[in-house]
């Protein structure tokens, strides 16, 4: 059975680096276009995440692919500090923390995926900072919704998934604790 790819893969998405910046629906403040869709790249990241984190091999299709194996990558970090969190107030702050913390760009020492992702450059390294950070903090925040739903604590259907690693990498580096 082949990986999920995104179905916003198209050849006029406009690109920071080589991930495609797309629009999403949020309400957090940031760089990205907002769009009123049916369904965004956050929504296949969830949608598609517990099916694509058991590959350890994935085929590029598309700018959108990279960013939704960016964000997939993201989700496996959230899910291991939504395990962590007592309730469902507390994952809130949890998620917006890890959103906003400092975390390495493509052609940082610290990015797992260099090889496949292109460094940013001149205006496009602030851009690209800010547009991930909205993703995430967007991704973060509809990750509880899922995760905990109507309950004050999180599902064991989406926390089992804490000990995988989507493509055996982790955008945590080594021996950082989330």
Known sequence: MPAYHSKLNNDDTPVIGNIAFLPIRTTVKGPAPRTESEEDIIDETLNY????????NYEIKGTADRLLIYLTLYATDCIVKLQKSPNKNQALKDMYSLAISRFSLPGEAGFPLNA??????????????????QCRQELGQRMVEK??????????WWTCFSRRKFMDKTLTPLGQQI
């Not at 992702?117 to 991930?132: C, F, I, T």
């Not at 995760?147 to 064991?156: E, H, M, Q, R």
């Open 49 to 56: 995440f517990k099916a694509n984190v058991f590959f350890k």
């Open 147 to 156: 995760v905990f739903g109507n309950s004050d604590t999180p599902s064991k």
């Open 116 to 133: 496949v992702y292109a460094k940013p450059q001149g205006n496009d390294v602030e851009k690209m900072r800010s547009y991930l950070t």
